[in-house]
């Protein structure tokens, strides 16, 4: 079982680390190069789309994590996954508190009805998404190590 958990832990949320990073650093960059109307009605689109799919996928790897740990309690390399978990927990809480309300009210914009500092919103939830992306990361290579 242990195996079985920890195989599963390190896959999802190594899945989710190259989703966001991919995000960050290959679909951002692309859609920063298209026309501002495409940029913009892009990233609405991807705000929907993730939005939906990510608290699920986010709070699903910290429950994995936490659930590895408990398992492995008072054992060799217990304090890592519990480290790895208490990051994918700030991933949490940073993306409830910053990002999620830059994607909600992102994800509802139109050409027409964008407000004048849609750009400056959208960089702001970008240095976010980096900042998150950086975290996810630490805690892969926390629970990797761990296993």
Known sequence: MGTALEVVTIVV???????????????NRI???????SNQLGRAHGGRMLGALMPFWYIGSMVLAGVWAATVWGRSGAGLIVAG???????????????VPINNRSK????????????????????????????LIAAF???????
């Open 31 to 37: 859609l920063n190069a298209l026309p501002e109307d």
């Open 108 to 135: 509802t914009w139109t050409p027409e009805n964008r407000p004048a500092d849609w750009k400056a919103q959208m960089q702001q939830w970008d240095r976010y998404h980096y900042a998150r992306v950086a975290v």
């Open 141 to 147: 290579a926390l629970l990797v190590v761990a296993a």
């Open 13 to 27: 949320v190594g899945i989710l680390v190259g989703v966001e990073f991919c995000v960050a650093f290959i679909v």
């Open 85 to 99: 978990a208490a990051l994918l927990m700030v991933s949490v809480i940073m993306s409830i508190a910053l990002l």
